[in-house]
């Protein structure tokens, strides 16, 4: 990830969405520059390169305009570096219903631990986590159907949904221990709960996934900037 590099990856470690572009780029061995952002107090790069939304991640690659958006820049990844470690199918329906799945765990999923960090009470918090783990479990049906009988969504090795999931393995953990509450279980959901420790240690992923400390400090940032 030295300086340099055509590809360039505007991102904070903390972030999940961030997170996932630096597996695509891992699994397709793609050498890029990490260009920290503080989100605090945000750059001007990034306020340039993503005017719309001003949020991480934004990819730019040498002299191209500034592609925003996790699930865009991944497509575009596998796009352009398409003879290494593909991560869609090849068969359209089969993309189509990948990224159906996708699109639920960024508007229906993930946003269910943002609201339970908001929601005060405990009988608000229930609701919350029953609505997860009633999403976990469409999950585990989800991973049966995608996976075959083989170790991930993507059949053989990681693919697309295992990387739109796999970036919130850190966060998974920690909103489990910070609420007591398990996401995925031997019980409700054995085969995600199996393809969770198995993706845990992919190389792609290892270096990438925030250690507990880290989103830790970053929960305390949330709490503060966006009570």
């Given at each position: 990830?030295?300086?340099?590099?055509?590809?360039?990856?505007?991102?904070?470690?903390?972030?999940?969405?961030?997170?996932?572009?630096?597996?695509?780029?891992?699994?397709?061995?793609?050498?890029?520059?990490?260009?920290?952002?503080?989100?605090?107090?945000?750059?001007?790069?990034?306020?340039?390169?993503?005017?719309?939304?001003?949020?991480?991640?934004?990819?730019?690659?040498?002299?191209?305009?500034?592609?925003?958006?996790?699930?865009?820049?991944?497509?575009y990844l596998d796009e352009i570096y398409s003879d290494v470690h593909p991560i869609l199918p090849s068969d359209p329906l089969a993309r189509a219903d990948n990224r159906f799945w996708a699109n639920y765990m960024d508007t229906k999923f993930f946003p269910l631990f943002e609201e339970l960090r908001k929601t005060p009470g405990k009988e608000g918090k229930k609701a919350i986590v029953k609505q997860i783990i009633e999403g976990s479990q469409l999950l585990e049906e989800a991973f049966v159907k995608f996976s075959n009988g083989k170790p991930y969504f993507g059949g053989d090795d990681v693919g697309y949904l295992d990387v739109v999931l796999g970036c919130f393995l850190g966060w998974t953990k920690f909103v489990e221990k910070h609420n007591e509450f398990k996401i995925f279980d031997e019980a409700r959901t054995p085969k995600l709960l199996e393809w969770t420790n198995r993706i845990w240690s992919h190389e792609a992923l290892k270096d990438v996934i925030p250690g507990s400390e880290t989103l830790k400090n970053f929960y305390m940032i949330l709490m503060k900037y966006k009570p």
């Open positions: 990830m030295g300086k340099g590099s055509e590809i360039k990856l505007i991102g904070t470690a903390e972030s999940p969405y961030v997170n996932r572009v630096q597996i695509v780029l891992n699994l397709k061995s793609i050498d890029y520059e990490f260009v920290e952002e503080n989100l605090t107090c945000k750059s001007e790069l990034l306020l340039t390169s993503n005017p719309v939304y001003k949020k991480v991640p934004v990819l730019i690659h040498a002299n191209k305009p500034p592609i925003p958006e996790s699930l865009i820049i991944i497509e």
